[in-house]
DNA sequence: TTCGTCATGTAATGGGTTACATGATTAC
DNA sequence: GTAATCATGTAACCCATTACATGACGAA
């Protein structure tokens, strides 16, 4: 009944920072946006608000979301619940983002405070980097290590899935590597809401091809 | 009570398979052959070894293990509980070999499924890998609809994190597609048991860096 | 003799999914 | 009118981890 999830509740109050949402589309943000990296289900997410409810970070709203204007009015409608963040829950949120430590970079949160470092600042963005950085190169060490161990002893099949794996690791530290040096270049602000145009947030290298947009099907499967 | 893992008990069947083993050791090979993919603890192993012994499909047996040899013959000595596929065992996992469908290919279960291609044959090696592909690329085209859709809306790191993300699962299906056409290329047999030096599993394309031995410090750090 | 590692386990807990139940709204 | 999808939830289960408890053995 605590339903404490550290991932999920760090998610949903970034989420609902930027702007108030019922269960239903929070969802779909979740999956989408911070997508690949974790999918939720109702399940989870329902018992998750409620708890974030119970402590204060949320508010329960009756629909009146931006979107809703006009079918508010109208009587009648089904309550659509919107959740809103409260003081309390922002305050909360921005204590989550400055902490660092393995919290942050292991691999089932690294995905999620990555997704909001918009709202980070330069010196904690900068920290969770590296320390994602030496966990993987400390990973590496082991990985190479044990390899050198046991060689030998693999079957062609069991050597090509951990050279393909120690590759991928090698992949993320040379992203990582091109990451801190933009952070490191872009020497700006402390950089909150970047979605305010005033500010590009760091000096991110975009645009590298791979993500020729091909309209297809929708989110859902 | 029940602990029926899938991936756990695939790899366990698949570990004893070609040797037998005592708990903490499967641990050890358990956590760095099947490595970076999966790391199983205590709590987990040894519940599911008692399942499988339940099933019928190891045996428990007192410390006779090749390297306990010496020691066995002396007295007092606590007894190592060594675990040995039965016939049954064997059969089972053999059909779980022979398996596919998502329960093949599908994130959690691909590397353990992969790691024993050694003891697969050849059709459904192919089966797994292409069934994956197409699972990846299927991935590809919600990423890509998903991110035309909301690309204006996202800052600059959500964005960088979903373009990361989805060059990781381009660069697994390139990895695939090189994986596919070795196997189309190595016509040979349905291959058992790949130490066997007569056959080399495949055509698999080795050696392209990346894997300077480097010794360090042990496994567990 | 104490420390590290080998070795085996259990109970409590965690964090999530699946399947189910329900019903409103929209598009065809 | 009927199918899809929007929308909210709950209960049962799953798979695994953490922390704990126990103890033997080898080496410094």
Redesign the interface.
Known sequence: MSRRSGVLEFAVLGLLRESPMHGYELRKRLN??????RAFSYGSLYPCLKTLVGQGWLIEEPGSAPEDALAATLAGRRAKIVYRLTAEGKEHFEELLAQTGPDAWEDEHF?VR?????QTSREVRMRVLEGRRSRLE??L????????R??ER??????????????????EVR?LNE?IESERAGGRGASRR??DPSE???G?P?D?G??????????T?
Not at 114 to 118: L, N, R
């Open positions: 989408t946006s911070l997508g690949v990296f995905g990555f997704a909001f470092f918009g400390e990973r060490a082991k990985m190479r290590a044990s390899l050198a046991t060689r693999l079957d062609d099949y069991t050597l090509e899935l951990q050279r393909h794996g120690m590759e991928s690791v090698e992949r992203w990451l970047s979605h590009s947030t760091g991110l975009r590298r791979s993500s020729r947009p091909d309209p297809s099907d929708d989110t499967k």
